[in-house]
């Protein structure tokens, strides 16, 4: 039996089909994994899978189980990822298939902000989770949050840029004032502090991966070409300027470069405290607003919030 199949099947558009990117995708998944030959992956090498080949949508609706392992995720979406990168075409389409669900999640929490055309936000999630698909590293954990994350990213910076863009009134020019979203996950705590001004998109980016995805503070600076000890720097005064801006302290201008590779040891231990707060301070604020428990540490994180404030 073959371990896979990856043609794409015909597909006639009709005048009146829906132009939405996610929706496009939804279609073109749903013939993908359609017939007798659906597009699939062979469970036999991969811990916690069926000795056969899987089909994607099954695959997802595995992987997507609360009681599926972290390491068979990781192991199935790199094997998809490998697959998409080598061959293309439905390969690539059914890895995007298979993160629909999240991307359609970040594209409604987006959109939600602003004016912004629900077709451009999915095309900039769409773009960003792609992006990602193809030069994400496989050797770190958690492969289907860090291609949320960049998803999440890519859409965030189209929403900041309309945000941030004056418009006209009939007697003079000004900048609209938008209200930003609410926080509603450790996530958009984030977004708030980017829109706000507060921090940067790396600078966020970095908290993100570091403090919330558990990526090395080495790896992380790998993956963007800057020294180890710079991005340590870099995290620690945007996570100075987070507790302020999440305590209500005043708030420090952003930081627009990184800081030099030269000062203090990365890690000492008042930064080990700044550090502890700012990433308590995100999960327990954020899960307040979406009315659910921290993610780490339940009361102990409100607790300290509650302490700082």
Not at 19 to 40: E, I, K, M, S
Not at 116 to 138: C, I, M, R, S
């Given at each position: 039996?073959p371990?896979?199949t990856?043609?794409?099947?015909?597909?006639?558009?009709?005048?009146?089909?829906?132009?939405?990117p996610l929706?496009?995708?939804?279609?073109?998944?749903a013939?993908?994994?359609?017939?007798?030959?659906?597009?699939?992956?062979?469970?036999?090498?991969?811990?916690?899978?069926?000795?056969?080949?899987?089909?994607?949508d099954?695959?997802?609706?595995?992987?997507?189980?609360?009681?599926?392992?972290?390491?068979?995720?990781?192991a199935?979406?790199?094997?998809?990822?490998?697959?998409?990168?080598?061959?293309?075409?439905?390969?690539?389409?059914?890895?995007?298939?298979?993160?629909?669900?999240?991307?359609r999640?970040?594209?409604?929490?987006?959109?939600?902000?602003?004016?912004?055309?629900?077709?451009?936000?999915?095309?900039?999630?769409?773009?960003?989770?792609?992006t990602?698909?193809?030069?994400?590293?496989?050797?770190?954990?958690r492969?289907?949050?860090?291609?949320?994350?960049a998803?999440?990213r890519?859409?965030?910076?189209?929403?900041?840029?309309?945000?941030?863009?004056?418009?006209?009134?009939?007697?003079?020019?000004?900048?609209?004032?938008?209200?930003?979203?609410?926080?509603?996950?450790?996530?958009?705590?984030?977004?708030?502090?980017?829109?706000?001004?507060?921090?940067?998109?790396?600078?966020?980016?970095?908290?993100?991966?570091?403090?919330?995805?558990?990526?090395?503070?080495?790896?992380?600076?790998?993956?963007?070409?800057?020294?180890?000890?710079?991005?340590?720097?870099?995290?620690?005064?945007?996570?100075?300027?987070?507790?302020?801006?999440?305590?209500?302290?005043?708030?420090?201008p952003?930081?627009?470069?990184?800081?030099?590779?030269?000062?203090t040891?990365?890690?000492?231990?008042?930064r080990?405290?700044t550090?502890?707060?700012?990433?308590?301070?995100?999960?327990?604020?954020?899960?307040?607003?979406?009315?659910?428990?921290?993610?780490?540490?339940?009361?102990?994180?409100?607790?300290a919030?509650?302490?700082?404030?």
């Amino acid at each position: 039996m073959p371990e896979e199949t990856s043609s794409l099947p015909p597909h006639t558009a009709s005048k009146n089909a829906a132009t939405w990117p996610l929706t496009t995708l939804r279609d073109c998944f749903a013939l993908l994994v359609a017939g007798p030959a659906p597009l699939a992956l062979d469970g036999t090498p991969l811990p916690g899978l069926p000795d056969r080949l899987v089909a994607l949508d099954e695959l997802r609706d595995r992987l997507l189980a609360r009681s599926c392992p972290q390491a068979t995720r990781d192991a199935a979406w790199a094997a998809v990822i490998r697959r998409s990168r080598r061959h293309g075409g439905a390969w690539t389409v059914g890895a995007a298939g298979m993160a629909l669900p999240a991307l359609r999640a970040v594209s409604v929490r987006l959109g939600g902000h602003g004016d912004l055309d629900p077709t451009d936000v999915q095309a900039e999630v769409l773009t960003g989770f792609l992006t990602a698909l193809a030069t994400t590293g496989l050797d770190l954990p958690r492969i289907a949050v860090r291609l949320r994350w960049a998803a999440y990213r890519a859409g965030l910076a189209l929403l900041t840029q309309a945000l941030e863009t004056p418009h006209p009134d009939p007697d003079l020019f000004h900048t609209r004032a938008v209200a930003q979203p609410q926080a509603g996950g450790p996530d958009d705590v984030l977004a708030c502090a980017v829109a706000d001004g507060v921090l940067t998109a790396a600078e966020a980016g970095v908290i993100a991966a570091t403090r919330l995805d558990d990526v090395p503070v080495s790896a992380w600076a790998a993956r963007h070409a800057t020294a180890a000890r710079t991005a340590y720097r870099l995290r620690d005064r945007a996570e100075r300027r987070l507790v302020d801006y999440l305590t209500g302290s005043v708030r420090r201008p952003p930081v627009t470069r990184p800081p030099s590779e030269t000062g203090t040891p990365p890690e000492s231990p008042s930064r080990s405290v700044t550090a502890v707060t700012a990433v308590t301070a995100v999960t327990a604020v954020g899960a307040v607003g979406a009315g659910r428990p921290a993610r780490r540490g339940s009361f102990p994180a409100l607790v300290a919030v509650a302490a700082c404030v």
